[in-house]
């Protein structure tokens, strides 16, 4: 596997399940990132975790809770969402320390979990 | 507070025509600024990035160009093909921070 992978893909729950989105990535970045993208919204930031240590925290509700166990995996834990937290849901990395030679700052964005609340 | 305005929202143009697009911000204390590609139902692909102390970077057929001071930048398509077609993004990084603001895209449509 190459870059960054994002499972499931699609998932439906009911808004009294518990469920978990998984992100790698294998680009050896020492960031990660969720963001949410609803039709006609902008991407909204939600987390960002910079050496596994979580540095932005964008107002999310407490029914997300994301979790960084280590540099390669990032995970959004969910449970009793609403309707409107319908939506696709985009990993991301990027490299933020280091040299100007080798900070990239681009970031590389997983395929997305299209999440669908009943 | 930061906000990325794209114009046009929709842009439709037969194969072959240069186009450009528009991003504006409303904050010059940028970072840098970059800007994505985004197909139907998938993720986004970074396209090209600027620095805060660079006017324009170019890959192929398409140059972006970044004006701090007017708080613009563009990205200009030249000679669209059909696999061009997608949502184009621009992202702007605030300085000394981890965020980066969206606009809400231009969704471009390349005609045969």
């Known amino acids: 596997e190459t870059g960054v992978t994002q499972t499931p893909r699609h998932l439906v729950m009911g808004m009294t399940n518990k469920k978990s989105l998984k992100c790698e990535q294998h680009?050896?970045?020492?960031?990660m990132y969720w963001y949410k993208q609803s039709a006609k919204k902008p991407l909204e930031l939600m987390f960002v975790y910079s050496l596994e240590e979580r540095v932005e925290n964008n107002s999310v509700p407490s029914r997300f809770s994301p979790e960084c166990p280590n540099s390669s995996h990032l995970f959004l834990h969910l449970h009793t969402l609403q309707p409107e937290d319908s939506a696709l849901y985009l990993c991301?990395?990027?490299?933020?320390?280091?040299?100007?030679?080798?900070?990239?700052?681009?970031?590389?964005f997983g395929p997305g979990t299209r999440l669908t609340v009943l | 507070k930061q906000e990325v305005t794209q114009i046009p929202a929709a842009l439709s143009v037969p194969e072959g025509e240069n186009l450009v697009l528009n991003c504006s911000f409303t904050?010059?204390?940028?970072?840098?600024l970059q800007w994505f590609r985004q197909d139907p139902g998938k993720g986004l692909t970074s396209l090209l990035l600027?620095?805060?102390?660079?006017r324009e970077q170019t890959s192929g057929r398409l140059n972006a160009s970044l004006d701090k001071s007017s708080g613009r930048s563009t990205l200009y398509i030249a000679a669209s093909q059909p696999g061009d077609s997608a949502t184009y993004l621009c992202?702007?990084?605030?300085?000394?921070?981890?965020?980066?603001?969206f606009g809400t895209g231009t969704r471009l449509k390349v005609l045969a």
């Open positions: 991301a990395s990027s490299q933020e320390t280091g040299t100007l030679a080798t900070r990239t700052d681009t970031q590389y």
């Open positions: 600027i620095q805060s102390s660079q």
């Open positions: 680009l050896g970045h020492n960031a």
């Open positions: 992202a702007v990084k605030t300085s000394g921070t981890y965020k980066y603001i």
């Open positions: 904050d010059s204390a940028i970072y840098n």
